[in-house]
């Protein structure tokens, strides 16, 4: 079965680094921008598993009552699976379970399968930033708890 672990040694940040350049390309976080938000007090890094192989991560913070993803990846080998839809729930239920009472995210405003799934769980658009990504608009997104 899958488990979800909060990421605890820094060793473990380039397993993310480097599935963000699979996946993001040009827009990928490094992993010195990755180091500075495992260093950050108000976030957290979250892995996915199955036994013992990495297969995706989450990227967030938590300020009072409320949180912004960050970030969320599955390796490309195993997605279409539903392991972000899995993944995204058990994300929204922890932060129930920890008082929060919105979420907020951004995304490439033509990223269709993200929106897909941020919408089908229940996400709302709230407005667009321009030239937000190198060569893209963002699309800025929120969700009550």
């Known amino acids: 079965m899958?488990?979800?672990?909060?990421?605890?040694?820094?060793?473990?940040?380039?397993?993310?680094a480097l599935t963000e350049k699979e996946l993001f390309k040009d827009e990928s976080w490094d992993y010195t921008r990755l180091l500075s938000e495992f260093k950050n007090s108000f976030s957290q890094i979250w892995v996915l598993t199955k036994e013992k192989e990495k297969l995706g991560y989450l990227v967030f913070r938590i300020i009072l009552d409320e949180a912004e993803l960050l970030r969320i990846g599955i390796k490309k080998e195993h997605q279409n699976k539903g392991l972000g839809t899995y993944f995204l729930k058990e994300f929204l239920n922890h932060l129930k379970q920890q008082g929060v009472k919105k979420?907020?995210?951004e995304l490439?405003?033509?990223?269709?399968?993200a929106l897909k799934l941020y919408q089908k769980m229940g996400f709302q658009k709230v407005y667009v930033r321009p030239n937000y990504y190198r060569n893209s608009d963002a699309l800025v997104m929120t969700k009550d708890l």
């Open 2 to 16: 899958f488990k979800i672990e909060v990421l605890d040694q820094e060793k473990d940040l380039e397993f993310i």
């Open 103 to 105: 979420v907020h995210l």
């Open 108 to 113: 490439k405003i033509d990223n269709h399968p």
